[in-house]
């Protein structure tokens, strides 16, 4: 025995393994920051800047005597009390209510007839669907404003040449409808491409299960198409929620056909562009803009988060 053993003294442990070094882990750290330092420049350029500075704006108003000066929430005090934007704000909200259920409907039976495999051409259906959304919103605008046209378009042809009485779809009372229908043409394929999606996830399993049990297509629509859904269209009302308090370009293009039914502040993005490039209300037309942002936020988080509580109930 070695003295130290004798001495009652544990010998000392041979080189065990080498601690585990940190320095790799920091780098791997920092290499991934620096994948993705491309997309935070580019985010923080042309999305946080821009929010920045309309709230900078916001905050401040053009006088006659001193300039520019620092005004505080004054120009959100007189968005609030501004009768042009909360009517603007109430026909989009109109336009919400009644054209996104109707878009998503439609949406939603193509894409479980596409889905039930009973439709004949299905893929060249599905492409012939989706084709619209891949037309510009302006072009599209141009196209059925030259249909809505009571004088030059295919509603005065059919007027002529039928002896027909139709109605002016570009008249006061229908423009909004007019401009719903653009844009369910627009978008309800894009909205049938999210809905066919979530479809072709669904598990084949549960098909044949409730197939085995004697369901019928209905029954398998509402029990388990439909529940497999939910997570979709919660995702498909908020896009729509979004474009439609961002309403601009087709009442924009056709404000030129109707001047007497669309006016500057038809929509409240169109009253932030009038007063920022036909008024040079710059700071004002930030406070429309910001006010606009939040309130679009509150209700597109108010959605999202009542639907995620109606998935977990399921």
Not at 172 to 189: C, D, Q
């Amino acid at each position: 025995m070695t003295a130290t053993a004798q001495r009652g003294v544990p010998p000392r442990a041979g080189p065990g393994p080498a601690p585990a070094r940190r320095r790799p882990a920091a780098r791997r750290r920092w290499a991934g920051l620096g994948f993705i330092a491309p997309f935070l420049a580019v985010f923080a350029l042309v999305f946080l800047a821009p929010i920045a500075y309309s709230i900078h704006l916001s905050l401040f108003r053009e006088r006659l005597v001193g300039g520019n000066s620092f005004v505080g929430l004054d120009n959100y005090t007189e968005v609030l009390h501004d009768q042009q934007f909360w009517s603007s704000l109430a026909r989009v909200a109109l336009f919400l209510a009644v054209q996104v259920p109707i878009m998503l409907v439609i949406a939603l039976a193509i894409a479980l007839a596409i889905d039930s495999g009973r439709l004949y051409g299905a893929g060249f259906f599905r492409i012939t669907v989706f084709l619209p959304y891949a037309v510009p919103a302006v072009v599209a605008t141009l196209m059925w404003g030259f249909m809505y046209g009571p004088r030059f378009g295919l509603v005065g042809s059919l007027n002529d040449r039928l002896g027909l009485a139709l109605p002016d779809p570009l008249s006061p009372h229908l423009v909004l409808a007019s401009i719903g229908n653009i844009v369910t043409w627009e978008f309800v394929g894009y909205n049938m491409l999210i809905f066919y999606s979530a479809l072709r996830v669904v598990p084949a399993t549960l098909y044949e299960a409730a197939e085995i049990d004697g369901a019928g297509q209905w029954r398998i629509i509402t029990a388990i198409k439909l529940p497999a859904l939910r997570g979709a269209g919660v995702i498909a009302t908020i896009f729509s929620i979004i474009g439609s308090f961002q309403l601009f370009n087709e009442p924009s293009v056709l404000q030129g056909l109707a001047p007497n039914a669309i006016t500057t502040s038809f929509t409240p993005n169109m009253y932030a562009y009038s007063l920022s490039f036909s008024g040079q209300q710059y700071n004002y037309s930030a406070a429309v803009a910001i006010v606009m942002g939040v309130l679009t936020m509150v209700v597109a988080y108010v959605v999202q988060l009542r639907g995620l509580r109606g998935a977990e109930a399921v």
